[in-house]
């Protein structure tokens, strides 16, 4: 009974931990408006600070999905950006530049060379003479044709395995590439939603404290 309790709690616990994108950015919106009321001396005043922090908040939480963006496709940041620019101020005295020749010669050769006797009948020759050469030539002609066979399935299976790698590697890119895509899509519209949020919340709390103060006050009087 009590093992079935534990598993029912950890199961409820597991599921309220799913959710946590969607209470999340509330429950932090809250919490630093207790926060900041409970450290100002007014009301008024814990509002303004708090939306002042979930301003910062939500712009810091926006920055950070940029910047995973810009890492996701190998993108240098704005600080790399900045030092980029700078590092390109023209300067007074122009920059000595060194002239070098480099040479570079190469060569190669391949290919494949096939020799085969070809036995000739002289124009005296007998019957027997004749079917001897005959024999020979077409042992000959017998092993040309084995030897092609053979080069037709060396280059056959060289290509195959060259087709199956090239396979393999256009597979693993495009898994990565579909993966970048998704990331890029949907995969921190959870973080960016959450930026949002706070950005909002702290612009009509730092905009209208007052008359948010005064919502407050009457929601708790409602509510006592």
Same mark, same amino acid.
């Given at each position: 009974?009590?093992?079935?309790?534990?598993?029912?709690?950890? #199961?409820?616990?597991? !599921? /309220? !931990?799913?959710?946590?994108?969607? !209470?999340?950015?509330?429950? /932090?919106?809250?919490?630093?408006?207790?926060? @900041?009321?409970?450290?100002?001396?007014?009301?008024?005043?814990?509002?303004?600070? %708090?939306?002042?922090?979930?301003?910062?908040? $939500?712009?810091?939480?926006? @920055?950070?999905?940029?910047?995973?963006?810009?890492?996701?496709?190998?993108?240098?940041?704005?600080?790399?950006?900045?030092?980029?620019?700078?590092?390109?101020?023209?300067?007074?005295?122009?920059? @000595?530049?060194?002239?070098?020749? /480099?040479?570079?010669?190469?060569?190669?050769?391949?290919?494949?060379?096939? $020799?085969?006797?070809?036995?000739?009948?002289?124009? &005296? @020759?007998?019957?027997?003479?004749?079917?001897? /050469?005959?024999?020979?030539?077409?042992?000959?002609?017998?092993?040309?044709?084995?030897? %092609?066979?053979k080069q037709g399935q060396v280059l056959e299976a060289k290509l195959q395995?060259?087709?199956?790698?090239?396979?393999?590697?256009?597979?693993?890119?495009?898994?990565?590439? $579909?993966?970048?895509?998704?990331?890029?899509? #949907?995969? &921190?519209?959870?973080?960016? #939603?959450?930026?949002?949020? !706070?950005?909002?919340?702290?612009?009509?709390?730092?905009?209208?404290?007052?008359?948010?103060? %005064?919502?407050?006050?009457?929601?708790?009087?409602?509510?006592?």
């Open positions: 009974m009590m093992s079935n309790f534990w598993q029912w709690f950890r #199961a409820i616990a597991r !599921w /309220v !931990w799913d959710g946590r994108e969607g !209470w999340g950015p509330p429950v /932090v919106a809250i919490g630093l408006v207790f926060a @900041a009321s409970s450290i100002a001396n007014a009301l008024d005043d814990g509002l303004r600070y %708090a939306g002042l922090f979930l301003q910062i908040l $939500g712009v810091v939480t926006v @920055a950070i999905g940029l910047r995973d963006r810009r890492q996701t496709f190998d993108k240098p940041g704005f600080a790399r950006l900045t030092f980029q620019y700078f590092a390109r101020f023209p300067r007074y005295t122009p920059k @000595a530049h060194v002239i070098s020749a /480099v040479g570079l010669a190469s060569g190669s050769a391949s290919g494949s060379a096939y $020799g085969f006797g070809w036995h000739g009948i002289p124009d &005296n @020759a007998t019957i027997d003479d004749r079917l001897s /050469v005959l024999e020979k030539n077409l042992d000959t002609a017998r092993q040309l044709a084995l030897d %092609a066979q395995s060259k087709l199956e790698t090239e396979i393999s590697q256009r597979e693993v890119s495009d898994r990565a590439l $579909g993966a970048k895509l998704e990331s890029v899509g #949907a995969g &921190n519209l959870h973080l960016e #939603a959450a930026g949002v949020f !706070w950005l909002i919340v702290g612009i009509i709390l730092g905009t209208a404290p007052t008359e948010t103060g %005064a919502v407050f006050r009457w929601i708790l009087s409602c509510l006592i």
